[in-house]
């Protein structure tokens, strides 16, 4: 019993840690175009969807509605393997519409695995005709706005309007006319000659198609001799239903003698700052997100009667997206699964759940409720690819993910010698060639097996927008007792073309930095991430790969505008020094963390880059500097659109070479700073640890030269006797030893330093990196400025040399100062 204990243990162990590398890539099979919606005319006739996927053995197949296509089925289908064509009738409008809103969907069959692809929509276009309406008559005072009312009829997409005025087309808004989002006309501070007959004709630019109006509506400008108190023409609709991102309008019209004056407020909250104006009596929002959310009331007097007031309600509508998937799971046979996707959206998004294509209902082992699939006593088959789709009224995302089950009565005979577990290990490393290639070209690695040592890979990484080219990869390691990690690199590899390989960025990434920004990417493309771990062994070890990211021109919703501000920076030992800032949310954009970037003031090299989770942090530790050096420290706020402008640069400089406690820093408790965020030992222990390596180097150091001094001193001497024996006489020896051009004087060229020169001792291990014909300085990275303007990393090197060759402030800093900007370059880009 004992022995099958230990033997699955170590079947376990050998999963999570090797085996995992092979099935969180399993993802292979993956989509390289998935079918798009298509809008049609009634007379186009065919209609055309495609989808493809990698590898190029993957067997698709269609869905329509949810019903698998076969060439048999009804309805004018030609189904292909990466093609389905439509084929409308011709005229029967009534059979037409029976395609329209249609879903279509591929699966892709690999390996006994299959994946769904989201749905795509059929959309039939339409312009219905203007149902009888009798004309309308009405008188408004001078001064007043004029409201001429439309109804479009139904129209797919939606029909714009235009209003025939005696021999003129009002075909877009002016100063004084209005075309506004319902259909209508307004006509702002209504004069005499713009009495007169208006007709309202619709048209559909996408069908090519116009209506005309069936009435018409008469206009009388009147003077008004009497005052009259204020009155609604046109009420604020009770709800609005906006689709994030979007602008809406909010109509309010008024009417009286004299003219109303016209205010918007938002109930129990502010006007979106910089994304609201007022035209006319009407409110237009910018731009909306989640907090415009709420109730809008429209206020209007004219000093005549009562103040009167009408209000609307906003709901933001949101295309579902997932806060958090499932990662891949290594199961044992006759264990229970529980895993859960969160969704965000609105209306709020249902989940549903598909494996291997197929969707997941409850029953006596499965049970399905809304984002929690729960499966009892796992089986062989319940083994393949998952997706949780979370749906609604806009549209639909998945997340994707595998599940693997084990059978454990097979570990004896698959992993039960030694010989056997180093054949499978050799099968995990050739998962790993093009990587261990790599290390073995650039570094001289070595790939070597270690049974039994634990080596904890990187988490699946999360990225965030930068600019139009580039992003910030950021993940972590758990905190564990294995292997430490010397260095990480990042990979990455654009999905959606065939023979696309991984790209290992040629970068070490010291192990204490867990976020990397990776340029030169392609506006618009889709990728995935993932991270190698280099160990103290020399072997490697690579985390799952991200989720798929596209990165878009222009984010659907805003990223945070203004950076936070550095407030204070400290010093708190020769390694560390303490970070506070501020920073205010504007207009309610949430944040998901900060971005910190630093680097030695005197290297004008590149900023490293520490990430810091949590919108309310406010203060942050930097570890493993130099001691006694400046370092140039600025910020970045972010959220999954995008990063900030970038905060002020804080010039700060580290403590003299000493043994210095952080952990008693401000008095504080010594368990209140032992650990970092990233689960590594305290700034204190490693000062300590490294001053007393400090020391030890030194010591050494000094011991040798001691012991060379020694023994160059007994040669002078034994040089001295010689000469003393070839003398003649004492008197005449003496005389000779005070001659000063000749002997009692040890030659500089003997190795004695003379008193006034300087011993250069460098303990900075990024000396080699700051010659001017160093390679690594000479490549030019693209980076983004606050304007999104590329600049060339090499010119904001050169700038950086300047400032410092002329900024004694910094080379003589004994204390932490803000820097003054200089210039638009001081808040560039990590670079």
């Not at 048999?72 to 990466?82: A, D, I, L, Q, R």
């Not at 009224?393 to 698959?414: M, N, P, Q, W």
């Not at 400089?653 to 590594?680: C, E």
Request: hydrophobic fraction near 35%; charged fraction near 20%.
């Amino acid at each position: 019993m004992k022995e099958s204990c230990v033997i699955l243990m170590f079947w376990l162990f050998l999963n999570l840690s090797s085996v995992k590398y092979v099935y969180s890539n399993f993802l292979d099979l993956e989509f390289q175009s998935e079918p798009l919606t298509v809008m049609v005319t009634p007379r186009d006739g065919r209609v055309v969807f495609r989808c493809s996927a990698s590898p190029s053995s993957a067997v698709i197949t269609w869905l329509w509605n949810g019903e698998p296509l076969t060439q048999e089925s009804e309805g004018g289908f030609n189904v292909g393997h990466h093609k389905l064509v439509v084929n409308l009738p011709k005229k029967n409008r009534e059979e037409i519409d029976l395609y329209d809103n249609s879903k279509i969907q591929c699966l892709a069959h690999h390996k006994k695995r299959a994946l769904l692809s989201l749905p795509a929509s059929l959309i039939i276009g339409k312009l219905d005709a203007f149902p009888p309406q009798d004309d309308i008559n009405m008188e408004i005072v001078r001064g007043n706005t004029a409201v001429i009312p439309c109804h479009p009829p139904p129209s797919v997409p939606i029909a714009v309007t235009e209003f025939h005025f005696q021999d003129t087309v009002i075909s877009r808004s002016t100063e004084r006319y209005h075309l506004m989002p319902s259909g209508n006309l307004q006509i702002f501070g209504v004069q005499p000659n713009n009495s007169g007959s208006y007709r309202c004709d619709v048209i559909n630019p996408f069908l090519n198609e116009k209506r005309m109006g069936q009435h018409q509506t008469i206009l009388s400008v009147i003077e008004e001799k009497e005052n009259k108190p204020s009155s609604f023409l046109i009420y604020p609709i009770n709800q609005t239903n906006v689709i994030m991102g979007s602008n809406v309008t909010l109509e309010c019209v008024v009417q009286g003698f004299p003219i109303p004056n016209i205010t918007w407020e938002k109930q129990n909250g502010y006007l979106p700052r910089g994304r609201h104006l007022q035209v006319g009596g009407n409110l237009v929002l910018l731009n909306v997100v989640q907090e415009d959310e709420g109730t809008y009331i429209c206020h209007a007097f004219n000093g005549i009667g009562e103040r009167i007031s009408a209000s609307t309600n906003i709901f933001i509508h949101e295309i579902p997206h997932l806060l958090s998937s499932p990662d891949d799971k290594q199961i044992i046979k006759g264990e229970n699964i529980t895993v859960e996707c969160i969704a965000k959206g609105y209306p709020k998004p249902h989940i549903e759940w598909f494996h291997n294509g197929k969707k997941l209902v409850t029953n006596s082992r499965i049970h399905v409720k809304g984002g929690l699939l729960n499966i009892k006593k796992s089986l062989l088959k319940d083994s393949g690819i998952y997706q949780c789709f979370a749906i609604n009224a806009l549209g639909s995302t998945y997340g994707v993910f595998v599940i693997d089950i084990h059978d454990s009565s097979k570990i004896s005979r698959e992993w039960g010698s030694d010989e056997e577990m180093e054949e499978e290990e050799e099968e995990m490393y050739d998962g790993h060639n093009a990587f261990q290639d790599f290390l073995g070209d650039k570094k001289g690695h070595k790939k070597r097996k270690h049974k039994g040592i634990k080596m904890m890979p990187p988490s699946k990484p999360e990225v965030t927008r930068l600019s139009d080219n580039s992003v910030m990869v950021r993940w972590n390691v758990p905190q564990n007792d294995g292997l430490p990690i010397i260095f990480f690199r990042v990979q990455y590899k654009e999905v959606g073309k065939k023979g696309n390989v991984w790209i290992t960025i040629d970068e070490d990434i010291a192990a204490h930095l867990h976020a990397h920004a990776v340029s030169g990417l392609k506006t618009g493309g889709r990728y995935r991430f993932r991270i190698a771990a280099v160990y103290a062994n020399q072997d490697n070890k690579m985390g799952p790969s991200s989720a798929k990211f596209i990165l878009h021109k222009d984010p659907p919703v805003k990223k945070p505008e203004s950076g936070p501000t550095i407030t204070e920076a400290e010093a708190v030992s020769q390694s560390a020094i303490m970070l506070h800032w501020k920073y205010e949310e504007v207009d309610s954009i949430p944040v998901e963390g900060f971005f910190i970037y630093y680097r030695a003031t005197h290297s004008a090299g590149e900023y490293s880059q520490v990430i810091v989770l949590g919108s309310n942090t406010r203060s942050h530790i930097l570890s493993h500097l130099l001691p006694e050096t400046p370092y140039d420290i600025k910020m970045q706020c972010f959220n999954i659109y995008g990063t900030s402008d970038f905060s002020n640069i804080y010039t700060c400089k580290t403590l003299p070479s000493q043994i210095t406690d952080v952990n008693n820093y401000h008095n504080k408790p010594q368990q209140d700073r032992s650990t970092t965020n990233d689960g590594s030992k305290s700034v204190a222990t490693k000062s300590v640890e490294s001053s007393k390596l400090i020391y030890i180097i030194l010591g050494s150091v000094l011991g040798i030269m001691l012991l060379v001094l020694l023994i160059f001193m007994v040669l002078c001497i034994q040089k001295q006797q010689r000469q003393r024996r070839h003398l003649q006489t004492n008197q005449t020896t003496l005389e000779l030893q005070v001659k000063p051009d000749t002997n009692g004087h040890i030659p500089s060229t003997n190795g004695f330093l003379k008193g006034k020169e300087k011993v250069n001792i460098s303990v900075n291990p990024l000396n080699e990196y700051l010659k001017d014909d160093d390679p690594k300085l000479s490549q030019t990275a693209k980076i983004s400025s606050n304007n999104n303007e590329m600049i060339p990393l090499n010119n904001l090197e050169r700038n950086d040399r300047q400032d410092v060759s002329v900024s004694p402030r910094v080379e003589n800093a004994t204390e932490c100062d803000p820097m003054l900007p200089t210039g638009a370059t001081n808040d560039s880009s990590p670079g």
